[in-house]
């Protein structure tokens, strides 16, 4: 889905909490060639030039985040990408906030707001509405 948005031009923001952005990139790269890549072969190193040069184009962000974050950290860098870079996609995957709670109803809930409490700026410096997609494991 990142893919389609970005190849329509529209600014996509990823935040993986499990898979490092190096992995990322390298199914990303591979999705986008719509092939195996040629990894490994010198031989064939020619072919992934005009692929990687292609893909680089592509309006994708990466946050630096790995593991378990503070929820304010994620917020002020997603706020930043769409200040900086004009993201208008965010996508959030297996994110698992630091904070320590009773119950995990009680992160998501805390999670969803300090989302909502973000959303009217994030549409106040961007003049398209922001979209998100989160893939959370609770």
Same mark, same amino acid.
């Given at each position: %889905?990142?893919?389609? !948005?970005?190849?329509?031009?529209?600014?996509? $923001?990823?935040?993986?909490?499990?898979? *490092?952005?190096?992995? /990322? %990139?390298?199914?990303? !790269?591979?999705?986008?060639?719509?092939?195996? $890549?040629?990894?490994?072969?010198?031989? *064939?190193?020619?072919? /992934?030039?005009?692929?990687?040069?292609?893909?680089?184009?592509?309006?994708?962000?990466?946050?630096?985040?790995?593991?378990?974050?503070?929820?304010?950290?994620?917020?002020?860098?997603?706020?930043?990408?769409?200040?900086?870079?004009?993201?208008?996609?965010?996508?959030?995957?297996?994110?698992?906030?630091?904070?320590?709670?009773?119950?995990?109803?009680?992160?998501?809930?805390?999670?969803?707001?300090?989302?909502?409490?973000?959303?009217?700026?994030?549409?106040?410096?961007?003049?398209?509405?922001?979209?998100?997609?989160?893939?959370?494991?609770?």
């Amino acid at each position: %889905m990142s893919l389609d !948005l970005a190849e329509q031009g529209i600014n996509v $923001l990823w935040g993986s909490f499990e898979i *490092k952005n190096t992995r /990322l %990139m390298h199914k990303l !790269l591979q999705q986008f060639s719509r092939a195996p $890549l040629p990894v490994g072969d010198p031989t *064939k190193a020619k072919e /992934l030039e005009p692929i990687a040069d292609r893909f680089s184009n592509l309006p994708l962000y990466f946050m630096k985040f790995h593991g378990g974050s503070d929820v304010k950290d994620v917020l002020d860098a997603m706020d930043y990408a769409v200040y900086v870079n004009d993201a208008e996609h965010i996508i959030l995957d297996k994110y698992v906030g630091s904070v320590v709670c009773s119950a995990m109803c009680h992160m998501y809930c805390m999670w969803n707001e300090s989302f909502r409490c973000l959303a009217p700026s994030l549409t106040h410096h961007h003049p398209t509405p922001l979209t998100t997609t989160t893939v959370c494991s609770l």
